[in-house]
């Protein structure tokens, strides 16, 4: 009988969701977790040596965009499958994440059943879209980007040239959360750095 399971290597810089998403896939009889990564440059390191059979890759990471990362991994692999593991469920992201070849897209507040599903889908050859991504699809682009009232906040206070702990004492949130924020802020509107997330800010008078 075959007892092979699925290769899986995780890269998220947040550890406590990737060890325990790492024991919940290695309790599955589909797929072992045999690494886990919290930056891009250890992952893209390991990955010149030994390649999973899976890559589940968070967008927004510390060291670098998961959109380029993905497409220059893939570039580099083509045999490896990348599966997108994420908070980011905007349309603009999603398409661009599509568009650079990633196998699958499931966002973090799915169930472990459901990113199973993608591990074994994808890993057989199929695209794997979860129905809450495919819903965002199907609605299709919005015009302009929607800013919830944290981001909001968050985005007026960088403007103000304000650093993450000083976000974090004055809006009462953690750090962590702040810093999560500013990436995903970044991400929304496609820049790599603060400079230009303020210009474009500024320039569309979107405070």
Request: proline share 2%; net charge negative.
């Amino acid at each position: 009988m075959n007892t092979y399971k699925i290769d899986v290597n995780i890269v998220d810089d947040h550890t406590m969701f990737s060890e325990a998403l790492a024991e919940a896939i290695n309790r599955s009889e589909e797929a072992h977790v045999s690494r886990t990564f919290t930056t891009l440059e250890a992952c893209s390191h390991t990955l010149a040596e030994r390649r999973p059979d899976i890559l589940l890759l968070d967008i927004s990471m510390p060291d670098g965009n998961g959109i380029a990362f993905c497409q220059q991994m893939l570039t580099e692999y083509p045999m490896m499958k990348v599966v997108a593991i994420t908070y980011h469920d905007e349309y603009s992201i999603i398409r661009r994440m599509l568009d650079s070849g990633v196998h699958g897209y499931v966002l973090k507040n799915a169930s472990v059943h459901r990113l199973l599903d993608a591990i074994v889908h994808v890993y057989h050859g199929e695209q794997y879209i979860d129905e809450e991504v495919q819903n965002i699809l199907n609605r299709g682009e919005a015009s302009t980007v929607f800013l919830t009232n944290a981001e909001r906040d968050i985005l007026r206070l960088i403007c103000e040239g304000c650093t993450n702990p000083q976000i974090a004492k004055r809006l009462s949130f953690s750090t962590e959360t702040v810093n999560w924020y500013r990436k995903r802020l970044l991400a929304k509107f496609n820049v790599s750095n603060t400079v230009s997330l303020v210009t474009i800010a500024l320039r569309e008078h979107l405070l």
